[in-house]
């Protein structure tokens, strides 16, 4: 009975502190400063993919946001703004804004 119990909390504890994180995610817009190719039209040297997303999320504050709960169809190709999912337990989900803009030289 007392393990059950134990768990349950743990259980409780764990959903509050993911409906916490899903709060503070859920709406925010995310600036990803990329390279862009020399007469490109705004094309991206390389991609924006879930594992830049998932970093620049850590360097943001939201350490606990791996690379795979974030939902991308398919890694980022241009500069412009994009949806994205990040998935987590319980069924929970948050939308973020991911703004990917031109790196601007020092």
Do not use: C, M, T
């Amino acid at each position: 009975e007392k393990i059950k119990f134990l768990r349950e909390q743990k259980a409780k504890l764990d959903l509050e502190a993911i409906q916490k994180i899903v709060g503070a995610l859920d709406g925010y817009e995310l600036i990803i400063p990329v390279k862009i190719k020399e007469g490109g039209g705004g094309e991206l040297f390389g991609s924006v993919s879930d594992l830049l997303i998932a970093k620049e999320l850590k360097k943001a504050g939201f350490e606990e946001i791996q690379k795979s709960q974030i939902k991308l169809d398919k890694p980022i190709k241009e500069v412009g703004d994009y949806e994205v999912s990040i998935l987590f337990e319980h069924g929970l989900e948050a939308n973020i804004k991911v703004l990917v803009v031109e790196e601007k030289p020092l």
